[in-house]
């Protein structure tokens, strides 16, 4: 696989969520040899991502998505229960600026779509559809390049996203 150092694992755990107390800590990170933990809090929103490290980074992985040129194509968004949705290079690009993002992985043509990105995204699609939540605990399991379509699937409080061989990308439960 792409990211064989993974070893089948998630690559890596958000979890979100509103209402919390103004008392909280500002951040606090917590490391762990392949693992790390990087909590914050503000303006009554709490976040809490939990990253774990590959055994190999992008560039020394045969057939990874830094040494092979994909081709470009666009899907629109379905608005309906399941849908499709893909991010282009350029949307990755504007999101790792605002945010200054500057791991490789997310950069170039065939960039890998940063989780909070797609974490975003779900987010706008849930306020705009008006489905309540008030917190998200979102896992990533496979990467997402840039133009990849996912299969975006709804089942009551449980989000997914599939590719077209029908691996699970990532799941997110709401609350």
Same mark, same amino acid.
């Given at each position: 696989?792409?990211?064989? +150092?993974?070893?089948?694992?998630?690559?890596?755990?958000?979890?979100?969520?509103? +209402?919390? /107390?103004?008392?909280?800590?500002? !951040? *606090?990170?917590?490391?762990? +040899?392949?693992?790390?933990?990087?909590?914050? $809090? =503000?303006?009554? =929103?709490?976040? $809490?991502?939990?990253?774990?490290?590959?055994?190999?980074?992008? &560039?020394?992985?045969?057939?990874?998505?830094?040494? /092979?040129?994909?081709?470009?194509?666009?899907?629109?968004?379905?608005?309906?229960?399941?849908?499709?949705?893909?991010?282009?290079?350029?949307?990755? @690009?504007?999101?790792?600026? $605002?945010?200054?993002?500057?791991?490789?992985?997310?950069?170039?043509?065939? $960039?890998?779509?940063?989780?909070?990105?797609?974490? /975003?995204?779900?987010?706008?699609?849930? *306020?705009?559809?008006?489905?309540?939540? =008030?917190?998200?605990?979102?896992?990533?399991?496979?990467?997402?390049?840039?133009?990849?379509?996912? @299969?975006?699937?709804?089942?009551?409080?449980?989000?997914?996203? &599939?590719?077209? /061989?029908?691996?699970? !990308?990532? =799941?997110?439960?709401?609350?």
């Amino acid at each position: 696989t792409v990211f064989s +150092g993974y070893d089948g694992y998630e690559i890596a755990q958000v979890e979100l969520e509103r +209402g919390i /107390e103004e008392n909280l800590s500002v !951040c *606090e990170e917590k490391r762990r +040899g392949r693992y790390a933990t990087l909590m914050l $809090a =503000k303006n009554g =929103k709490e976040m $809490a991502m939990k990253l774990i490290y590959p055994k190999e980074n992008v &560039r020394q992985i045969p057939g990874s998505p830094m040494e /092979e040129p994909r081709q470009m194509q666009t899907t629109e968004i379905q608005s309906e229960g399941a849908g499709k949705q893909s991010w282009s290079a350029d949307d990755i @690009q504007n999101f790792t600026k $605002a945010v200054g993002d500057t791991n490789s992985i997310h950069q170039g043509e065939q $960039a890998i779509v940063p989780g909070l990105l797609m974490m /975003e995204t779900m987010i706008f699609e849930l *306020e705009e559809k008006e489905i309540p939540w =008030k917190k998200i605990k979102m896992r990533f399991y496979k990467p997402v390049a840039a133009v990849q379509p996912v @299969q975006i699937i709804r089942q009551e409080e449980e989000v997914s996203a &599939r590719t077209k /061989e029908e691996q699970i !990308c990532w =799941k997110m439960w709401l609350s």
